[in-house]
């Protein structure tokens, strides 16, 4: 079995996406960078990977981007991985993780487009073995108990309203992304914990905005309020800073969702003492093969590898990783509906969630069923 051709179907979403507007800078440092730059809204469009083998066999997978027009990125990404994909054994996925490994490097690409390719093989290898990929790695578990992230929200009452709508529906715990400032975000997080009550699982995760001090201030009031960890306090690459964090607060610290050094940062990052808790995630970790690579050296060092959501298409790829690590408490869902987490105009089985647990799907690859005729009325284009 050889790869035969690689597609990205520019697919019409709901929506429309900004265009370069520094709106995204949390408010604590939007001061700090306040200009806009070309501000306005385009089409929002999914890229969705096809790699089609030979037996007519597909791998699927779908690509996060974030500035500018979808085409751009479908042709620079096909420019860079498709004559390294095309002619290949798609089975082949660890002699592939290395080579689009070091091709990334001098692609000039973010490490994490390597990711979207290597879903796609192991969608083909489940599909090729009839097997869900959670099988093929190794199945620990067919359920996963589901926490669900905030938004940041302007108003802070709306983090004690949405945290009350994920308990009503079961979930296992709440995240949220207040970045508000350290003495508006300790405030939120009282007000959550007084009405979520005391035994349910909180967590909190700044997006790296805090200073050293600021850190300190809330992660002492996070452990009088008992929230489980503390994620991203500090820019991910400060791995003094960070272990300075650990070494003097109680709360566990979560780091390194945001690194691109894959395996071999999370390595350091322990080997340094400067993470209690590893994040991982299939994009930017370096797809399945590079989030499994993560979990196993965090096991290695005795620690959690707890992973972060992207959204639909990589929700399967996520469940189907989760369900072969055993160093994984939780499954998130990022930003959802609570009632509706995991709807997808284009997927015919979205995910299940029961009594606040993620059902792994059990179908070969991915497990995942699209609607073609849906995909196929919003294609725009296809390259």
């Given at each position: ?13 709901e ?9 995204v800078?949390p408010?604590q ?7 806009r730059a070309?501000p306005?809204?385009?089409p ?9 083998t ?7 997978s779908?690509?996060?981007y ?7 990125f ?21 002699y ?6 070091f091709?990334?490097?001098?692609n000039w ?28 790695l190794?199945?620990f578990?067919?359920?996963?108990p ?5 938004g ?7 983090f004690?309203?949405?945290g ?13 992304h207040?970045r ?8 939120v ?9 005391d ?18 201030q809330v ?6 309020l008992?929230y ?23 709360i ?11 395996s071999h940062?999370?390595?350091t990052l ?14 930017v970790s ?5 989030l499994?690579?993560v979990a ?7 620690v959690?590898?707890?992973?972060h ?6 929700c399967?790829a ?11 408490e ?5 930003g ?6 995991t709807?997808d105009?284009l ?9 606040g ?5 059990q179908?070969p ?7 073609w005729?849906?995909i196929e ?7």
């Amino acid at each position: 079995m050889l790869i035969k051709e690689v597609k990205i179907h520019l697919i019409e979403m709901e929506g429309k996406r900004p265009i370069r507007t520094m709106f995204v800078i949390p408010g604590q440092l939007r001061s700090q960078f306040d200009r806009r730059a070309t501000p306005g809204h385009e089409p929002n469009q999914l890229c969705f990977i096809r790699v089609i083998t030979d037996t007519g066999i597909e791998g699927w997978s779908t690509a996060f981007y974030t500035w500018g027009p979808a085409r751009a990125f479908a042709e620079t990404w096909l420019d860079a991985f498709r004559h390294e994909l095309v002619g290949a054994d798609p089975l082949d996925r660890e002699y592939i993780f290395q080579k689009l490994w070091f091709a990334n490097r001098f692609n000039w690409l973010h490490p994490w487009n390597m990711s979207y390719a290597d879903v796609a093989l192991w969608d083909i290898a489940g599909k090729y073995a009839r097997l869900s990929v959670a099988k093929l790695l190794g199945a620990f578990r067919d359920r996963i108990p589901t926490y669900v992230s905030s938004g940041n929200y302007p108003d802070p009452e709306r983090f004690v309203e949405f945290g009350l709508e994920v308990q009503e529906e079961g979930y296992k715990g709440y995240k949220l992304h207040s970045r508000l400032g350290p003495e508006a975000d300790i405030q939120v997080a009282r007000n959550v914990r007084e009405a979520l009550g005391d035994g349910f699982t909180l967590m909190h995760d700044p997006v790296q905005i805090y200073t050293y001090p600021e850190a300190v201030q809330v992660g002492r009031a996070l452990e009088e309020l008992n929230y489980k960890w503390l994620e991203e306090p500090l820019q991910e690459w400060d791995i003094t800073a960070l272990k300075k964090l650990c070494d003097t607060l109680d709360i566990p610290i979560a780091a390194s969702e945001w690194v691109f050094g894959g395996s071999h940062h999370v390595a350091t990052l322990l080997a340094q003492g400067a993470a209690d808790i590893v994040r991982g995630d299939a994009i930017v970790s370096g797809g399945i093969t590079g989030l499994m690579k993560v979990a196993h050296v965090a096991e290695a060092f005795g620690v959690a590898c707890e992973v972060h959501e992207r959204g639909p298409m990589f929700c399967f790829a996520h469940a189907q990783a989760l369900a072969a690590m055993s160093n994984c408490e939780f499954f998130e869902l990022n930003g959802v509906n609570p009632k509706a987490p995991t709807e997808d105009p284009l997927v015919k089985n979205p995910i299940q969630i029961e009594d606040g647990y993620l059902i792994v799907p059990q179908g070969p690859g991915l497990g995942v069923e699209l609607d073609w005729e849906e995909i196929e009325r919003r294609t725009v284009e296809v390259l």
